[in-house]
């Protein structure tokens, strides 16, 4: 211990020395002093005062963690109880469905609301403005029954009914893949619940684009967005108040279309709304179809000589759809073989209409009217006198 | 108290900081009487009425540090006189006198040279190992011990605590640096002077028994 201070060159009594320093310290008056008791009970017992401080403080945070503890069990076990799940599942819900109506439209989103007045535009829109001026769709329950014309429209002369092309009814259903596709992907789950809400989609201020376009659309929005264009000519309505109007009367034909014919397919437009449509509707959305995409299409007369159609054949598509509005008395002869003339009534024409190699039509002229079939085998019969019928014949194109 | 407790400082000291205050109790026995003694005569007669409290305020240092003390490379001790050692500077320097902790080099190296013991009076001094004092002897080496504590109060604190942790506590050179927080060479220089100046103060006053008998 006492090497390592003693200066170099010292006499070794140095460290002899160092002995005496402890020594003479352990031999100090002092040597044997104590603290006072008082200090030492003072210093002892704050030492267990503080001992004490600490345990309490421990057992106080392990009470908390304790109570925490069980105010989670008690949380967890009655989120448990069927109450509590079905509320905490409402939350979800409720939570779910704002999210997904979230940036919707606000007509389109609300409930939908309490039924109609019955002056809702008629369902042959599909005829001239002056039919359109005389609604005949006074209740939903009108819709899937066959219009049957008025006395006017029988007497109405053919080159008076004959519309022009880019207003034809587009009442001949669209190929599945060239229908507009939903408007996101939100609404699909809705949409699931209301098929084919498409064709109620377009507004009021693009009802005359609609027209215009090459795409035909089911023949159901068809009367719907000629009758909203007529609307919108002839009363200026402001936009939003005109956009919620027609889809509000969209929705509610909707609606009654479905109660009609419940078991249709979306795609089935055609046969779903046959019922209600005109049978001349038929024969004017495919000569609409036709002119707009001939290179798409071919046809052929009683199965022969594939070709492309021309002036001849959309003229002869529209005085066959002139002698159906005129004379016409469809009826449905849905569930009939549409490959094979029905019954005695041999078939004096049969011509066939392809769209991209696809049969999409059979007009078939027989001695009492015309058969129109579409893709799905449905056949629409528009009756005629003998006489217009067999002059339709003779007119068809070679 | 727990006095036989056969368990190490550091095992203690945790022990109280879990709760146990008989661990307490048993540091408490182990130190009180060291630890009392170095305050003492560090605080010498001129700060003896602040011996209790700087002795109180330590260990109360020690009771308020217990739940987060960890034995970081020092003992406990070694601890335990640094809080001490803190507590001491502190009333020192609170009572206005001036206080040169680290002004130890040199200023006894003009004692040290100008004192040159003579080598006849050590020889006559009593064997400081000796068990048994007989009458003169003891009376010499208290005597020596009243005069240990006079010169004491002539050093600086610094080399009084480097001095009085080396030979009254008996830590380490290496223990009584870190129990000063300086280097290991710093306290071996404050240890040197420090004895230096304690043997001129002692030789040139504390004649040899031989003489002083004789």
Known sequence: MTDDVTPPGRAPADEARDAHLRA?????????????????????????????????????????????????????????????????ATVVVATLVGVLWWERPIDVA?????????????????????????PTLTSPSALPKPASPSPAEQATPLARVAPPA?????????????????????????????PAPEHASPPVDDAAAADQRTDVRGDRSAPTAAAAHERSEAEPVPKALRKSETQGFVRRERDANLAAAPAAEPRDQLSAAAPQAPAAAGLAGLRARVQSAPEQWTWTRDGID????????????????????????????????????????????????????????????????????DETGRMQRIRLDPSTSAALAASAPR | MMRDDVRDDE????????????????????????????????????????????????????????????PRGATFRTWLYTLAHHRVIDLVRRSGRELSIDAVDGDGDADVAAWEPQATAWQHWPAP???????????????????????????????????????????????????????FETAKTRLRYAMAKLRACMGAYLAPLAESSG
């Open chain 1, 24 to 88: 003479a310290l352990r031999h100090a008056p002092d040597a044997d002093a104590r603290p006072p008791d008082a200090v030492s009970a003072r210093i002892l017992a704050v030492a267990r005062a503080s001992s004490t401080r600490a345990d309490v403080s421990r057992d106080s945070a392990r009470r908390r963690q304790g109570r925490l503890a069980s105010m989670l069990a008690g949380l967890w076990i009655s989120a448990a109880r069927p109450s509590m799940a079905g509320a905490f």
């Open chain 1, 110 to 134: 609300m409930v939908r609301p309490a039924p109609v007045e019955p002056s809702a535009p008629p369902a042959a829109t599909t005829a001239p403005p002056a039919t359109l001026s005389k």
């Open chain 1, 166 to 194: 880019a207003r034809a009814p587009d009442a001949f259903p669209a190929p599945a893949g060239r229908r507009q596709a939903p408007r996101s992907s939100v609404d699909a789950p809705s949409r699931s619940v209301e």
């Open chain 1, 306 to 373: 594939d070709r492309h159609p021309g002036a001849a054949l959309t003229t002869w598509l529209a005085e066959a759809e002139q002698a159906a509005r005129a004379n016409a008395s469809a009826t449905n002869a849905a569930g009939k073989d549409a490959a094979t003339p029905a019954g005695s009534e041999a078939a004096r024409l049969e011509i066939q209409l392809f769209e991209a190699g696809r049969r999409r039509a059979i007009v078939r002229v027989t001695a009492a009217g015309i058969d129109l079939v």
């Open chain 2, 11 to 70: 095992t203690l000291m945790l022990a109280y900081g879990a709760g146990d205050v008989a661990a307490f109790e048993v540091l408490y026995a182990r130190h009180h009487a060291a630890l009392y003694r170095f305050v003492r005569r560090m605080l010498g007669r001129h700060f003896a009425a602040q011996v209790d409290e700087a002795f109180q305020d330590t260990w109360l240092r020690v009771v308020q540090s217990a739940a987060r003390w960890e």
């Open chain 2, 129 to 183: 190992a000796g068990s048994a004092l007989h009458g003169d002897e003891l009376a010499f080496w208290r005597h020596a011990g009243e005069r240990l504590l006079q010169c004491l109060e002539q050093l600086s604190v610094a080399q009084r605590s480097a001095f009085l942790l080396h030979h009254d506590d008996g830590l380490s050179l290496d223990e009584v640096a870190r129990a000063l927080e300086v280097g």
